[in-house]
């Protein structure tokens, strides 16, 4: 049986957009109709083969840019090709974007009609589907409410619900995996693994590296629009981490005097923390605070070149490097501004409930997607929480003992 | 391209039907106010005209409410369909971007929401045309004719402008202009006959002009339209129609770099 999905010398070039380009009518009279010429083709992708076989998951993973859009869309028949080709034996389905053709409006069932359309069925295919995927989607009580009235869940169920009743040969899947609760994402890997047993040829784009380590039986990675490596997806993936690792290092300034200067910072400081503080509950600087205590770190970043979107990284990690709390701008949905001049950044924890100890503070500034670290620096401060040490554990959480015995004759125990 | 599998045209044909019935159930969430709502606009438009035409400045065109409601229910249509046609690609990113979804499916489903909400008037403009005592009768049953007729014209129009905003972005700013001046150079409100000449030669090139005297001959004096000019607005949409397309076509290859 010959491959389900055959890509050979794939290339897609796109036109930089130098501002030179009419976007406008008004622009394009004013030039006097004239086409420019003058606009620069970058590859987005170029010399890229792989077959995936019936009943095979390949990974595709590399940076943000690497390609991995663009090959999903031409794959899709989305968009054209401009060199190589690419061969189907089926029609290619997309687990894509949820949802997209959903109404508020109309009720759950009147959008799996109107998204199973839109995914590729025909009407009468999804009406005899209606009752599986309502039953797949645990929506069985609000199926014939308007979608407006469900929570942002109920709406991916319900988009999931619909898209894995298309019965794809060829199905793409991009990021989606990870939406619901832990439960309903089971079910939706269950779902994908019946596609694959009945010999449906998948390709999985993906972040989360240990999802495509396990899940996908080959890997491709992409760097910069081009093939960079494939195999089988732990080794491939292992190789790409690697690499990335391998280059932040790189980027490092001087590697040498960073490690002198800093033990373990690394990062080429594009932008980088020029001082970090702990500030206790008197708005001091300290080096310890109490049990419990609030604590505010206190953090200057500086750059060294412009950036326009960035996150920044705080965390509280034992001597032995045991991390006890990770805080970042990003998980916490906080946007920081674009960094041109100096900033100063206060994380404040209402109290920190650690043990008496020894702790160390690890900061770090990273790139919007976390592909890469600006700088990131471990024990960029100390903290020691005062107390008596030697105990177990690592939280000292506020509590209290309250012992109850049968209440004993109050004249006995005056004394 | 290789030729579209039965199956393909099946899937069109039912994307289109649930793009029509989502953007319909998203108009109006009951029949009742469906009808209220696609029949407001003309109608108070009516009465402005009316208002204006008759006792303000009076322009003496018998059965001057039909004559207005005809033309207004076709060029209403006419008009919207292709306002929502510009930004139909730009603005269903989400959807050109997912495997095998027909593109086309957008624009032609834009003017089949629009034909049905002219259904929606019909109880209106027939009330208007009894009220004033229409002729109409046997030649009623060329009103298909005509009716397809301004689909091609409309869906010529709608495909270009859709793939057109996709590379000129200030589309959305020039088209309601256009619109506007088109509106006038219709034939709405005043009569045609009246009109001068050399304007007439002017305004011959607009294929709403045959479209909408065509309704008029047919629903209010009960006659048989004048096939000539009918019959050339429908071979130049046509022409025009299979050139858009094309346009379209190619365009589309290219839409999801642009958007």
Same mark, same amino acid.
């Given at each position: 049986?010959?491959?389900?999905?055959?890509?050979?010398?794939?290339?897609?070039?796109?036109?930089?957009?130098?501002?030179?380009?009419?976007?406008?009518?008004?622009?394009?009279?004013?030039?006097?109709?004239?086409?420019?010429?003058?606009?620069?083709?970058?590859?987005?992708?170029?010399?890229?083969?792989?077959?995936?076989?019936?009943?095979?998951?390949?990974?595709?993973?590399?940076?943000?840019?690497?390609?991995?859009?663009?090959?999903?869309?031409?794959?899709?028949?989305?968009?054209?090709?401009?060199?190589?080709?690419?061969?189907?034996?089926?029609?290619?389905?997309?687990?894509?974007?949820?949802?997209?053709?959903?109404?508020?409006?109309?009720?759950?069932?009147?959008?799996?009609?109107?998204?199973?359309?839109?995914?590729?069925?025909?009407?009468?295919?999804?009406?005899?589907?209606?009752?599986?995927?309502?039953?797949?989607?645990?929506?069985?009580?609000?199926?014939?409410?308007?979608?407006?009235?469900?929570?942002?869940?109920?709406?991916?169920?319900?988009?999931?619900?619909?898209?894995?009743?298309?019965?794809?040969?060829?199905?793409?899947?991009?990021?989606?995996?990870?939406?619901?609760?832990?439960?309903?994402?089971?079910?939706?890997?269950?779902?994908?693994?019946?596609?694959?047993?009945?010999?449906?040829?998948?390709?999985?784009?993906?972040?989360?590296?240990?999802?495509?380590?396990?899940?996908?039986?080959?890997?491709?990675?992409?760097?910069?629009?081009?093939?960079?490596?494939?195999?089988?997806?732990?080794?491939?993936?292992?190789?790409?981490?690697?690499?990335?690792?391998?280059?932040?290092?790189?980027?490092?300034?001087?590697?040498?005097?960073?490690?002198?200067?800093?033990?373990?910072?690394?990062?080429?400081?594009?932008?980088?923390?020029?001082?970090?503080?702990?500030?206790?509950?008197?708005?001091?600087?300290?080096?310890?605070?109490?049990?419990?205590?609030?604590?505010?770190?206190?953090?200057?970043?500086?750059?060294?070149?412009?950036?326009?979107?960035?996150?920044?990284?705080?965390?509280?990690?034992?001597?032995?490097?045991?991390?006890?709390?990770?805080?970042?701008?990003?998980?916490?949905?906080?946007?920081?501004?674009?960094?041109?001049?100096?900033?100063?950044?206060?994380?404040?924890?209402?109290?920190?409930?650690?043990?008496?100890?020894?702790?160390?503070?690890?900061?770090?500034?990273?790139?919007?997607?976390?592909?890469?670290?600006?700088?990131?620096?471990?024990?960029?401060?100390?903290?020691?929480?005062?107390?008596?040490?030697?105990?177990?554990?690592?939280?000292?959480?506020?509590?209290?003992?309250?012992?109850?015995?049968?209440?004993?004759?109050?004249?006995?125990?005056?004394? | 391209?290789?030729?579209?599998?039965?199956?393909?045209?099946?899937?069109?044909?039912?994307?289109?039907?649930?793009?029509?019935?989502?953007?319909?159930?998203?108009?109006?969430?009951?029949?009742?106010?469906?009808?209220?709502?696609?029949?407001?606009?003309?109608?108070?438009?009516?009465?402005?005209?009316?208002?204006?035409?008759?006792?303000?400045?009076?322009?003496?065109?018998?059965?001057?409410?039909?004559?207005?409601?005809?033309?207004?229910?076709?060029?209403?249509?006419?008009?919207?369909?292709?306002?929502?046609?510009?930004?139909?690609?730009?603005?269903?990113?989400?959807?050109?971007?997912?495997?095998?979804?027909?593109?086309?499916?957008?624009?032609?489903?834009? +003017?089949?929401?629009? !034909?049905? %909400? =002219?259904?929606?008037?019909?109880?209106?403009? #027939?009330? *208007?045309? /009894? @009220?004033?005592?229409?002729? +109409?009768?046997?030649? !009623?049953? %060329? =009103?298909?004719?005509?009716?397809?007729?301004? #689909?091609? *014209?409309? /869906? @010529?129009?709608?495909?270009?402008?859709?793939?057109?905003?996709?590379?000129?972005?200030?589309?959305?700013?020039?088209?309601?202009?256009?619109?506007?001046?088109?509106?006038?150079?219709?034939?709405?409100?005043?009569?045609?006959?009246?009109?001068?000449?050399?304007?007439?030669?002017?305004?011959?090139?607009?294929?709403?002009?045959?479209?909408?005297?065509?309704?008029?001959?047919?629903?209010?004096?009960?006659?048989?339209?004048?096939?000539?000019?009918?019959?050339?607005?429908?071979?130049?949409?046509?022409?025009?129609?299979?050139?858009?397309?094309?346009?379209?076509?190619?365009?589309?290859?290219?839409?999801?770099?642009?958007?």
């Amino acid at each position: 049986m010959g491959p389900a999905l055959h890509v050979a010398d794939l290339g897609k070039a796109f036109r930089h957009r130098t501002g030179q380009e009419p976007r406008s009518f008004r622009r394009w009279v004013e030039n006097g109709f004239g086409r420019t010429t003058t606009s620069e083709r970058f590859w987005a992708l170029r010399h890229v083969s792989f077959d995936v076989a019936p009943g095979e998951m390949l990974g595709v993973i590399g940076r943000n840019g690497a390609g991995k859009s663009t090959l999903l869309r031409l794959m899709g028949g989305v968009m054209r090709p401009d060199e190589g080709r690419i061969e189907t034996s089926a029609p290619v389905n997309g687990l894509l974007e949820l949802n997209t053709g959903m109404h508020p409006d109309l009720t759950g069932r009147e959008n799996i009609i109107v998204n199973g359309v839109l995914a590729g069925l025909l009407r009468k295919e999804v009406e005899e589907r209606v009752d599986r995927i309502i039953d797949f989607a645990e929506l069985a009580n609000f199926i014939d409410d308007p979608v407006r009235t469900y929570s942002s869940g109920m709406r991916l169920r319900l988009g999931f619900a619909v898209a894995v009743h298309v019965d794809p040969k060829i199905l793409l899947i991009d990021e989606v995996l990870a939406v619901g609760d832990l439960a309903f994402q089971q079910k939706c890997l269950a779902r994908i693994e019946e596609f694959r047993a009945r010999g449906c040829a998948i390709v999985l784009i993906s972040h989360e590296l240990e999802q495509v380590a396990t899940r996908c039986d080959r890997a491709i990675w992409l760097a910069h629009g081009e093939l960079r490596g494939s195999g089988d997806a732990p080794t491939t993936v292992e190789a790409y981490i690697g690499s990335m690792r391998a280059e932040t290092l790189q980027r490092t300034p001087d590697p040498a005097e960073a490690v002198s200067e800093d033990a373990g910072r690394y990062g080429a400081r594009e932008i980088y923390v020029s001082a970090i503080e702990v500030i206790d509950r008197h708005g001091l600087p300290a080096t310890g605070i109490g049990a419990g205590e609030p604590v505010t770190f206190r953090l200057t970043v500086n750059p060294q070149e412009e950036k326009q979107a960035w996150h920044v990284s705080v965390a509280v990690a034992r001597e032995d490097g045991t991390v006890l709390l990770d805080l970042n701008s990003g998980a916490d949905g906080i946007v920081l501004p674009p960094l041109t001049r100096e900033c100063r950044i206060d994380l404040q924890v209402e109290r920190l409930d650690l043990l008496p100890g020894d702790y160390r503070i690890d900061v770090g500034l990273w790139q919007y997607d976390w592909d890469y670290a600006y700088d990131y620096f471990p024990s960029a401060a100390h903290l020691t929480v005062a107390g008596e040490r030697g105990r177990q554990g690592i939280l000292h959480i506020p509590h209290h003992w309250r012992i109850d015995q049968e209440a004993a004759p109050t004249g006995e125990r005056n004394e | 391209m290789s030729m579209p599998s039965s199956r393909d045209l099946m899937h069109l044909r039912d994307v289109i039907r649930v793009l029509v019935w989502r953007d319909q159930r998203g108009r109006y969430t009951t029949t009742l106010m469906g009808v209220v709502w696609a029949v407001a606009a003309p109608v108070l438009f009516l009465m402005t005209f009316y208002f204006l035409f008759t006792f303000v400045m009076p322009l003496a065109i018998p059965n001057y409410a039909s004559h207005v409601f005809v033309a207004l229910v076709a060029w209403t249509w006419f008009q919207a369909t292709v306002s929502e046609s510009v930004e139909c690609i730009v603005g269903n990113q989400s959807l050109i971007s997912q495997p095998r979804f027909p593109v086309a499916a957008l624009p032609v489903a834009s +003017a089949m929401s629009n !034909l049905l %909400t =002219l259904c929606l008037t019909l109880p209106v403009l #027939l009330l *208007v045309l /009894l @009220a004033e005592g229409s002729q +109409a009768g046997l030649s !009623l049953v %060329t =009103l298909p004719i005509i009716m397809l007729c301004q #689909l091609v *014209v409309i /869906l @010529a129009i709608a495909f270009l402008v859709a793939a057109l905003n996709v590379r000129f972005r200030d589309l959305g700013y020039i088209v309601p202009i256009l619109l506007q001046l088109f509106m006038f150079a219709t034939p709405i409100f005043y009569d045609y006959a009246a009109v001068p000449d050399r304007a007439r030669a002017v305004l011959a090139v607009n294929p709403l002009v045959t479209l909408v005297e065509s309704y008029r001959t047919v629903l209010i004096q009960g006659g048989w339209p004048d096939w000539t000019p009918l019959v050339l607005v429908f071979l130049g949409g046509s022409v025009a129609l299979a050139l858009t397309w094309r346009y379209f076509r190619a365009a589309s290859a290219d839409f999801l770099e642009e958007v």
